[in-house]
């Protein structure tokens, strides 16, 4: 039978247990996207507290996006030095840190800053933000591309553990694979094969880089949950090809800001485990390790995951915000459910972190 405490490996990766904190976008980086005591504060807090791989909040890999304030970046060499204190940090518990390498595109609330472009497939407003991007050229998508490699690279020479692609919820890459998104009539947009192109080409611009032996990731939307979306069959279908190209695991979410009501990635209503059918699914079409995120809150059906299905890692983010210790909790023996109530009110333009918290609810 398997535990959620087994210590297990992938990719040369030792994991202490089966929790992966998912990547949250914490909002407490400086101006430029660098390290802050209250970001060292998160990491450490979240390695002392037993999440065995921590993923970080999505990180940005060029300096010509506006990212989100309080973003973290990694899009020139100063961020090497910058990140190694944190990733040392981490260590220290035997804990994992993989860095999120991400482009927004049009998912900002801030495009009138510093002149800073907003890149799309196709220049299709975004139906939450209502930003229209700049159409992207095949030079744009060359440069995406390799500001992703580099990212990687730096990540390695900081002391990351790996590195994971977003390719879900909204952002550039994600929308790549969107037919409402994605108009395009070159090699970038139609067919299925065509519109993963941007993200089977960055997964080898990133391999290319860092080598055959460092954790690659992606996490990617099971399906777009809106019309003209991606569906859960391209999905799995885009995963096999991820996996025979050499991607080390795969993260399965959904959703995007575009999605229909509450059916986007962080859902309020207390629905648990909302992925967990299509990571099985995907965990049954590819040899590659499957991390399953949405809704983790009781670990007696967490530990039913493991065992009856291929899904072989949680990841959670609210329930870590909300107790930054539950993992510890849980393998000291006290079992209860994850205090998170699924309000959404965590994500805040000063900073992620739980308003019951703040007010020293239990």
Known sequence: MRTLFDQTQFAGLKLKNRFVRSATNDGFADGRGHV????????????????????TGLTY?????????????????????????????VHRYEAN??????SVGTQTRHPENGGKVIWGPSAVEDAAYKNTPKEMTVEDIGFVQQAFAEGAMRAKKAGFDGVQMHVAHGYLLSKFLTPYYNRRTDAYGGSLENRARMITETYQAIREKVGADYPVLVKINSEDFMEQGL??????????????????????????????????????????????SHAA?????????IIAVGGHREFASLTDIVNQTAIEYLA??????????????????????????????CFRNDGTRCIFVERNVG
């Not at 973003?71 to 090497?80: A, P, T, V």
């Not at 840190?97 to 991400?102: E, F, K, N, R, T």
Request: proline share 6%; glycine share 8%; with cysteine.
């Open 281 to 289: 699914a995907i965990a049954e079409a590819v040899q590659v390790p």
């Open 61 to 89: 890999v060029s300096h010509r996006e506006q990212p989100y304030p309080g973003q973290m970046g990694i899009y020139d060499d100063s961020f090497i030095e910058d990140y190694k204190p944190l990733t040392d940090a």
């Open 316 to 345: 959670l983010s609210r329930p870590l915000i909300r107790e930054t210790d539950l993992i510890n909790r849980w393998q000291q023996g006290d079992l209860a459910r994850s205090k998170c109530a699924s309000c959404n009110k």
């Open 97 to 102: 840190i993989i860095v999120q390498l991400v």
């Open 36 to 55: 802050t005591p209250e970001l060292m504060q998160i990491y450490e807090g979240l390695a002392k507290g037993g999440v065995g791989t921590i993923i």
């Open 231 to 276: 569906t859960a069959a391209e999905c799995v279908e885009v995963c096999e090809w991820l996996a025979e190209l050499g991607i080390d695991a795969i993260e399965v979410s959904g959703g995007s800001s575009s999605s229909r009501p509450n059916e986007g990635p962080a859902r309020n209503r207390m629905q648990e485990s909302y992925f967990q």
